[in-house]
T-cell receptor, first 116, second 118 residues
Framework: GAVVSQHPSRVICKSGTSVKIECRSL??????MFWYRQFPKQSLMLMAT?????????EQGVEKDKFLINHASLTLSTLTVTSAHPEDSSFYIC????????????FGQGTRLTVV | AQTVTQSQPEMSVQEAETVTLSCTYD???????LFWYKQPPSRQMILVIR??????QNATENRFSVNFQKAAKSFSLKISDSQLGDAAMYFC???????????????FGKGTKLSVKP
């Protein structure tokens, strides 16, 4: 199947700093990528939809100024957690549906963010 | 808005036995996609099986099969001949059809933690 590469897999940062997470589709193009957040022992919740060449769409309750999303090309989307705080500690995972494929999306490996 | 419900937070099965994980969903759409994803401790999301709503035939993938009841909005996963490697979180997910070039996100249930006893 198609491969989505997400990194870093783990990151620890200090409170107040920013962290960038990258999501790349390695062997296909994706005009859309989805960013999810997963708290321990909970389900995946959609945070935002990243659109190549246009602004991201954020879900209700997600601060767009805190979670900056950039979809620079058809194979790369980035999520930047700005001025991180301990409550931002979570597991972030991206997924990308290949262009023209109307069935499934492929997931990155996820990023465990710990803010100390 | 669509919702997905998994009513079993945890399930346990003996190795080589069969287990069924439940999932129900709510939607007003007539066409959609349903998925079961497995999330092992590594937290990588792995697609187990998918079902197109317009297909009446239940999907099967080796030891994994689904019981798709469209009228009842039910989509259960049956794992036959359970193996130790099947132990994981299992998420049921719903996806709207792809209209006009937009590609819908997945809506997940809360998950079922499956344990496999040797």
């Amino acid at each position: 199947g198609a491969v989505v590469s997400q990194h870093p897999s783990r990151v620890i940062c200090k409170s107040g700093t920013s962290v960038k997470i990258e999501c790349r589709s390695l062997d296909f193009q994706a005009t859309t990528m989805f960013w999810y957040r997963q708290f321990p022992k909970q389900s995946l919740m959609l945070m935002a939809t990243s659109n190549e060449g246009s602004k991201a769409t954020y879900e209700q309750g997600v601060e767009k100024d805190k979670f900056l999303i950039n979809h620079a090309s058809l194979t790369l989307s980035t999520l930047t957690v700005t001025s991180a705080h301990p409550e931002d500690s979570s597991f972030y995972i991206c997924s990308a549906p290949p262009l023209g494929v109307n069935t499934e999306a492929f997931f990155g490996q996820g990023t465990r963010l710990t803010v100390v | 808005a669509q919702t997905v419900t998994q009513s079993q937070p945890e399930m346990s099965v003996q190795e080589a036995e069969t287990v069924t994980l439940s999932c129900t969903y709510d939607t007003s759409e007539s066409d959609y996609y349903l998925f079961w994803y497995k999330q092992p401790p590594s937290r990588q999301m792995i697609l187990v099986i998918r079902q197109e709503a317009y297909k009446q035939q239940n999907a099967t993938e080796n030891r994994f099969s689904v019981n798709f009841q469209k009228a009842a909005k039910s989509f259960s996963l049956k794992i036959s001949d359970s193996q130790l490697g099947d132990a994981a979180m299992y998420f049921c997910a719903y996806r709207s059809p792809n209209y006009g070039g937009s590609q819908g996100n997945l809506i997940f249930g809360k998950g079922t933690k499956l344990s496999v006893k040797p």
